[in-house]
């Protein structure tokens, strides 16, 4: 009988059989990747580069889009190296870490969606006490808060579960180190239910932060019905609800993710729901973000036209010189 100690690597999800689908596999996922690397970095440039789009609600955005970055590092390019290399192995150091830093990014990620909502309630509910409420040295403050909670979550949570007996194989079910997956491989049905305890009183807590988006939204929207002119209320909807989307889809997967009845679990089922909640959100929360938000467009655009300016700059610069020569 092996325990984790003699593990010295793990072997992740099989996507296919046929070496074309492996290629297939590495090809989207490369291109998801690529979609979430440029359009958050648009995001992040765009909001370190304007300084009309330096205030609380894009400087959380600006951590939003660093922690979709990350995430989304953590997972595909590990899954897209095996793929390509045909293999399945993650060492047993490169599992942990990954495990980490998901986690911790994951937990960060929802925690500040947290400070975000309230961060909307302040400005639409209580907006003469928004510059008291989240002045830079607070919105400093939550955005460590959100960011330490991660670190906390998942330091707990990855020491826990590597320091279980496995037992039942070294094969995840799936494409990353995930700890459900890792709790499969536990020795005995006790050593199981130690982190599923704590797993629990953690969805406990992030029901506890949903309890408290839902009612800041509750309020949000009776504010934004108040409203007597229709521009002010669509200003107002226009600022919440890409919020309310990402949050949306973030919290529905991912609950449903560790939260789903046995009974109904199955490898394709996980497979589509870990996707869902762990590489769709840091593609497409640019593009909600982007959407609706005039004024994030508008610095984009500056962005793009300076950009352009400075590819066009050098070539015009040595078509003067050579006629000057010539």
Known sequence: MSNSSSITQFLLLAFADTRELQLLRFWLFLA?????????????????????????????????????????????????????????????????????????????????????????????????????????????????????????????????????????????????????????????????????CLLVVSVSLAFGCFVFISFSYVQILRAVLRIPSEQGRHKAFSMCLPHLAVVSLFVSTSFFAYLKPPSISSPSLDLVVTVLYSVVPPAVNPLIYSMRNQELKDALSKLAQWALSHRQYPASLSLHVSQSLS
Request: proline fraction near 3%.
């Open 32 to 196: 998801i990747y690529l979609a979430a690397l440029l359009g958050n970095g648009l995001i992040i440039t765009a909001i370190a580069c304007d300084h009309h789009l330096h205030t609380p609600m894009y400087f959380f955005l600006l951590n939003l889009s660093i922690l979709d970055l990350a995430s989304i590092s953590t997972t595909l390019p590990k899954s897209m190296a095996n793929s390509l290399w045909d293999t399945r192995a993650i060492s047993y150091a490169g599992c942990a870490a990954q495990v980490f830093f998901f986690l911790f990014l994951i937990s960060a990620e929802y925690s500040l969606l947290t400070v975000m909502a309230y961060d909307r309630y302040v400005a639409i509910c209580k907006p003469l006490h928004y510059g008291t409420l989240l002045g830079s040295r607070a919105c400093v403050h939550m955005a460590a808060a959100a960011w330490g909670t991660g670190f906390l979550y998942a330091v707990l949570h990855t020491a826990n579960t590597f320091s279980l007996p496995l037992c039942q194989g070294n094969a995840v079910d799936q494409f990353f180190c995930e700890i459900p997956q890792i709790l499969k491989l536990s020795c005995s049905d006790s050593d199981y239910l130690r982190e599923a």
